[in-house]
Structures are given as structure tokens and as C-alpha cells.
């Protein structure tokens, strides 16, 4: 019998970034989630409802056309992950980071 995968209530967050700049006007393509841009890069954070509505998202990115960078699940509330606080923009071949690099 297969047991079904639960989700928390509120959705899991994500900090998804992208390699170039979105302006404000995108905010409200991508319902729920806060736009920030800087250093050549664009980053997402919010709730994502599950892993389907995740792949969804990652769809509408994918169809704008900026290059994905990361995909890091976050603490609700996070504005940008603990690992990206103070730091400069990754390297893409950087391993020792806690994200996954796409």
C-alpha cells in the first residue's frame, strides 16, 4: 500500500535564482513570491504550494529564457539564504555550496 506524501500546510519557501535581471513589473507573474535583482542576477523567494506547482514555476522561468542558477529550499520568511548573506554570486563550478547548481 502506498502511503501519500504529505506537504507542510503552508507549502515549502524556495530562494530560486536566475542569471539576469527581472524588474518589479514581473512581481506579479510569479504570485507570492518576493523579486529581488542585483549583481547580474535575479532571485525569487516564497512559498511554493508543492512539487508540482514547483515545476510549474520552474516553467514559467524556463519560458522568460534567463539561465537557472539555483533552486534552494529556504525557511519561511528567509529574504535570501544564510549561504548567500554577504557573499559575491557563485561560481558555477563551486561544490562546496549548499545549493544545487543547475
Known amino acids: 500500500m502506498n502511503t501519500p506524501v504529505t506537504s507542510r500546510p503552508d507549502g515549502s519557501w524556495y530562494e530560486i535564482r536566475l542569471r ?45 529564457g534567463l539561465p537557472l542558477i539555483s533552486v534552494t529550499p529556504v525557511e519561511p520568511g528567509a529574504t535570501t539564504s544564510p549561504a548567500r548573506q554577504g557573499h559575491p554570486a557563485p561560481d558555477a563550478t563551486s561544490t562546496t555550496r549548499p545549493t544545487r547548481q543547475l
Open 20 to 64: 539576469g535581471r527581472l524588474d518589479a513589473r514581473w512581481s506579479a507573474w510569479f504570485d507570492g513570491m518576493t523579486l529581488t535583482s542585483g549583481d547580474g542576477t535575479t532571485t525569487l523567494t516564497g512559498p511554493v504550494v508543492d512539487q508540482a506547482a514547483l515545476h510549474g514555476l520552474l516553467q514559467q522561468l524556463r519560458d522568460l
